[in-house]
């Protein structure tokens, strides 16, 4: 809780409190002096009317004197009570706002830890704060395990170190969820931004200014200088750390659009080559199938000859056969008429020997 400022009691203040009863009070009845004992009127004392004289200066007894002072005392006490207990009230609400101020600027910073990459919060369980050794920067889940798959060998996004390591980041997990509970509770979705604070009210009738009995801590609305800084500074931070990210991603992706502008120019060539080789091969198949046509249109006389040399050729075969056939048979006819005449001529030989 925030400190009391010390009771003072200003001079102006006692001068009003001493009034205020003064004029409450009632004065005693002006005392004229004694009339002497002669009759004549030179006798009496001479008045002056001046501005002096019209002031009229009692000597209260002691009783007045001191209920005047108890009364005094007894204003100044209720005085100082009152203005003691707005500066209490004052400085509970300046406790209550600081707190609000500090919550609210937590809940800033959490709201404002988001993925680099993606520009999300980190918000479990799809997207749990994933942190990276040895570099030590944090990024969820999901875009790392995707930048791991599209780059090889991984290495991290903002400072390009080659990734050792990952482990789930449980102290910004925990903090993160205990934040979306508390916005669930507040009836508001994770991607729906945080409620304006209200502004701290003024302490109502007690604390005066440094004119009063009591000296009121000065009251805070909004943020100070030095909070106000630190909030820039944590976006400059942020807004830093994703223009390095994306940075760092345009370079990848200018190596890479150069990786793939060299193979598609190497495409390119083999497209020409295979281009020039169809070209070739329409060339090469025109003309084969110009053979083709050409061959074709032979092979109708070819094949009609050919048909006709068949035939010729079955009609010359079935002439061998034939004579084949009688050739068989002139031929068994001679060596019949061979051996008859062989086994009749030793016989006739004989018989022309016998008759010479």
């Given amino acids: 809780m925030a400190q009391v400022s010390q009771t003072i009691i200003s001079e102006s203040a006692v001068e009003d ?17 004694p009339r002497s004992s002669g009759g004549s009127s030179s006798s009496r004392p001479e008045v002056h009317l001046q501005q002096d004289s019209l002031r009229v200066r009692p000597s209260p007894p002691s009783e007045t004197n001191d209920a005047l002072l108890s009364r005094v005392t007894e204003k100044l006490a209720i005085r100082m009570r009152e203005e003691l207990k707005a500066e209490l009230d004052a400085a509970e609400r300046s406790r209550k706002a600081q707190d609000e101020r500090v919550d609210a600027m937590l809940a800033q910073e959490l709201q404002s830890n988001t993925c680099p ?44 170190q080659d990734i050792v390591s990952q482990a789930p980041n449980h102290a910004l997990k925990n903090l993160i969820a205990d934040f979306l ?5 507040l009836g508001l979705r994770p991607d729906d931004p945080l409620p304006p604070q209200p502004p701290p009210q003024a302490p109502q009738g007690g604390a005066r200014s440094s004119g009063g009995l009591l000296a009121a801590p000065p009251s805070s609305s909004g943020l100070t200088a030095n909070e106000a800084t630190q909030e820039l500074a944590a976006r400059l931070r942020t807004l830093e750390m994703r223009c390095r990210v994306m940075a760092n991603e345009l370079e990848a992706r200018h190596r890479e659009f150069a990786v793939l502008q060299a193979q598609r120019q190497q495409q390119a060539v083999r497209v020409q080559q295979s ?12 003309a084969a199938q110009e053979r083709v046509k050409a061959a074709e249109a032979r092979l109708a006389p070819d ?14 075969r079935e002439g061998l056969e034939l004579m084949g056939a009688a050739l068989h048979r002139l031929t068994d006819e001679y060596d019949r008429l061979d051996l008859i005449l062989r086994h009749a001529t030793p016989a006739q030989g004989a018989t022309d020997a016998s008759a010479g």
């Fill in 17 to 33: 409190v001493v009034a205020e009863v003064t004029k409450s009070t009632p004065s005693p009845p002006a005392r004229l002096p």
């Fill in 181 to 185: 509970r508390k916005k669930a509770q």
């Fill in 117 to 160: 990459i993606c520009y999300e919060l980190m918000a479990p369980p799809d997207k749990n704060p994933v942190l990276l050794f040895p570099c030590g920067h944090t990024f969820c889940a999901l875009c790392l395990a995707s930048h791991i798959k599209a780059h090889s060998p991984p290495r991290c996004p903002y400072c390009r």
């Fill in 303 to 316: 094949s009609e000859e050919l048909g006709r040399l068949e035939g010729e050729e079955n009609a010359q």
């Fill in 275 to 286: 281009r020039r080789n169809l070209d070739d091969a329409q060339l090469q198949l025109r």
